[in-house]
């Protein structure tokens, strides 16, 4: 380490000390500003300094995406697109528009509306102009959009990335970038009708991709408060109680009533009472144990929210949905804006990875959540009009991490391209004869590639086509030209015919055509 | 205006003389960081006041989306989706695998690559850790993914959003987020033979939209080097004369000479030099007119230039290109980064619009352009190690809000959705009834919609199917159902007939099949 890096070093600790006293004490705002804008001068000098360490004279900078991200390369982009597409479709099957919004907002709009995630919140540079902020949601900005364009109703679908300053696990698919595919109803309609058709949409959609067995967990967030009312939790606790109630998916009981003693101040058979409720889960007949419960009844709000979790349970069974769903107590879900009706998608049986036999455990958590939020679009219409809304959001990252793993495993290599015919030259000088083939390829719509040099190894060629996975090779001589002909491959089997070399792209959509409906 | 605010504004005033002082007297970073923080805290406090001025109580915020940004509604996001599927079938056609980089990037990675336009760069605030930048293109990424990844040759598109803090111009779609769609070609190949492909993709997409004709605009950054070379432009010039060049599809030559004579310091005589070359277009002839030129034929840049340009003009012609093309000494394009060929789409006619008889002209620029730019993967390369790259990017925004505009004027109603079928109720007391036969057509993969309410209105299920463009309704009704039939409706025809209750999917899936074979 430089001296110069080491005094540095001692500075913006000082610096630092003096940053937290001032904040400590509740500074002016001016005043702490002044002081923090030196004290990230030195941290920039510190990290210039570590930049020239790095590279070197020509080469500053560390090659290398943002803590948290990735590159998709064709392989994942592949996978990728395949798995979006059958959540576009289930989407689609319940009758979704799509709508799309910036990808940052201005600050203010996601203020107030995630708790204590709050601090996870990318801010922009203020440059001049508006203070902006990442998108950390598709939910806050939809309901954005509901109230800014005085929408009452609406089926929404939106797939785009979103961005949170969380401590990043990339195997387990969690990242700082990521892909959410939410589905929302937003409108007011009949109890537990659209409810019922977001579990509906998850479990299509788990139960299409190759993920092995799920659970879609239920709640409700007054069966929650009912709860916590009925133990004897002051009101003002309800929410801190429930994000404590949260990490049982992680933790056990044990850990958590200790953190609700301990850290949140409730007394121990309150704690006890919790405990009792929140380690059952079932179907039916458990609400129906619950709306028995004497201590239960005596909540207005239990007894309305397990009427609603029966009627929803009732629906969900009409739709064909049993083994999948689970009405459970434990279910809390951190996120400060639901009102009603809460999911959590979990996968149940890892799936079977074999690798040379061996099974692999892959380690995910949910793969799916959400629930009903009354409020939110109010906190945003000018008038607080209310539009009620619920939704889901498939935890695509996760899926994909979790296919690519046993992808790799299984030793699958899915094509990255479409390619259906390569146009190849046998010897020199056909450059311009390959080019005027593909041009009447490319016109006729067939898919097609061809080498970017002029004379390319006969052998290369016919390689990259095998590797590609490319169905059809065209290979053009000066021999077979002068008799009109050329000579068509076919890949796989290493099949040579000659065919005619006038109206040679009709004859490979004939043939192309053929392969698809698997007649050739 | 309140007196505290005045009072802030003055304040504000004062402290931004202070800064530029500071920054005209070329002080320290750290002593002006300080005076900044304290003009930005003034200008926030005034930013609050204001806010505060606009909502009232309950309401402190503005509800819109940030400067330069747009939603988009279900209408826009269909016409969207229509126009990147066309253009992905091109990219596909071609070969192209894809690929996805983070929307943003570390800083030092975009630094030095944009020239003066750097300063359209947004910029993350710093909360600790990397300093990061949006994305301003997709080429920068690419090259840092292919140097990143070792790779030394891929054929990819990417279709992604980018950010520019310009000055927006909506209507025209010039937006601060907005859409690239980009294809390039990396990698070690003979001349000409990807820069030449670049081209018919531009076409294939370009002829493949409803915007009418447009032509594709050619030049060499070689060719406009000996250009200057042979008129006497100082070597050290040639970047900011091209950028004034480059200003001449919105300028007058006049204007841009004085600007180079003004402004760029070139005598008179030079420039009229300049201005006798660029007001040149073409084909192969005036390639062949300008090998004759004695004073070009001086300069090596543009005797190697023009021998390219040649080679793309003939290979432009085998693949079916000649009036969609024109070789155009006035095209510069403003990126520094361009070692070669470069292109520029330009629409030439507008699209007929008619308004109750009238044609509406609109306005739109360049809709596509790209070049060649081989050193730009080495300036990421430890090793300085070059991977040649040529590639081109759509520009969608300005597609879309032409269609958009041509469809308002048309009076097209774009569907928005793709539902099938519409499970309605004759009467009360069916909406169990509507939840089993939907998820029967659910699970037989159709798509299909109902109404959320328990009891809605007939005739308002029955608008709502025409209003969507639903091609079918199912309706039921307690008098059918007895008899093991429901009612199933033509929507555009009102024509009804019974069918079986049971087997309702397979059913309908074979009418639908029908139907999109147009046998209905």
Chains 1, 2 share one sequence.
């Not at 799309?100 to 509306?113: I, M, N, Q, S, Y």
Request: charged fraction near 30%; aromatic fraction near 6%; include cysteine.
């Amino acid at each position: 380490m430089s001296d110069n890096r080491q005094k540095i070093l001692e500075e913006i600790k000082v610096q630092g000390d003096l940053v937290r006293k001032l904040k400590a004490a509740k500074e002016s705002k001016e005043k702490i500003d002044v002081e923090v804008a030196k004290l990230l001068a030195l941290k920039a000098k510190v990290a210039e300094e570590e930049d020239e360490a790095v590279g070197g004279a020509g080469q500053k900078f560390l090659l290398k995406t943002p803590k948290g991200t990735r590159d998709y390369n064709p392989q994942q982009m592949a996978l990728r697109q395949g798995v979006l597409d059958k959540i576009v479709t289930v989407f689609k099957k319940h009758g979704a528009e799509s709508i799309d919004t910036p990808v940052f907002e201005r600050k203010e709009v996601l203020t107030g509306k995630y708790g204590e995630d709050a601090k996870l919140i990318y801010d922009l540079k203020d440059q001049g102009g508006e203070i902006l902020s990442l998108r950390y949601d598709l939910t806050v900005p939809l309901a954005r959009y509901l109230a800014m364009s005085k929408i009452s109703s609406i089926k929404r679908y939106h797939i785009a990335k979103v961005y949170r300053r969380d401590n990043p696990a990339m195997t387990r698919g969690r990242y700082r970038e990521f892909y959410q595919c939410d589905f929302d109803i937003a409108g007011t309609y009949d109890l537990m009708i659209p409810d019922a058709e977001c579990v509906k949409v998850v479990s299509e959609i788990l139960g299409g991709l190759d993920i092995g067995d799920y659970v879609i967990k239920l709640n409700h967030r007054m069966i929650l408060d009912g709860m916590f009312e009925a133990c004897g939790v002051p009101a003002d606790k309800f929410r801190s109680i429930c994000s404590a109630v949260d990490k049982l998916d992680k933790s056990p009981w044990e850990e958590v009533k200790r953190e609700m003693i301990d850290e949140k101040g409730l007394d121990e058979s309150t704690a006890d009472q919790i405990g009792e409720y929140v380690q059952q889960s079932g179907g039916l007949e458990l609400v129906e144990k619950l709306q028995q419960d004497p201590k239960l009844s005596a909540s207005k709000s239990a007894v309305t929210g397990l009427q609603q979790m029966k009627t929803l349970l009732k629906y969900c069974e009409v739709l064909g949905l049993r083994n999948e769903i689970r009405f459970d107590l434990s279910l809390a879900r951190g996120l400060d804006y639901y009102t009603g009706v809460i999911y959590e998608a979990v996968l149940t049986a890892m799936p079977e990875v074999t690798n040379g036999g061996d099974v692999e455990p892959i380690t995910v958590g949910s793969v799916a959540g959400g629930g009903r939020y009354d409020n939110l679009v109010g906190m945003f219409d000018p008038k607080g009009k209310q539009v009620p809304c619920v939704g889901v959001s498939i935890g695509v990252e996760r899926i994909f991490s979790l296919l690519e793993a046993k992808q790799a495993a299984e030793g699958i290599k899915i094509r990255t391209t479409d390619v259906e015919v390569y146009v190849a030259s046998a010897h020199k000088g056909l450059h311009e004869q390959r080019l005027k083939v593909i041009t009447e390829l490319w016109d006729g719509g067939i898919k097609a590639e061809h080498s970017y040099k002029e004379n390319p190894k006969l052998l290369v060629q016919l390689q990259h086509c095998e590797e590609q996975g490319i169905p059809l090779a065209l290979i053009l001589g000066d021999a077979e030209l002068k008799k009109g002909v050329v000579k068509l491959r076919e890949v796989p089997t290493r099949k040579e015919e000659e065919i005619s070399r006038e109206n040679i792209a009709e004859e490979l959509s004939r043939r192309l055509s053929l392969m698809r409906n698997g007649d050739f």
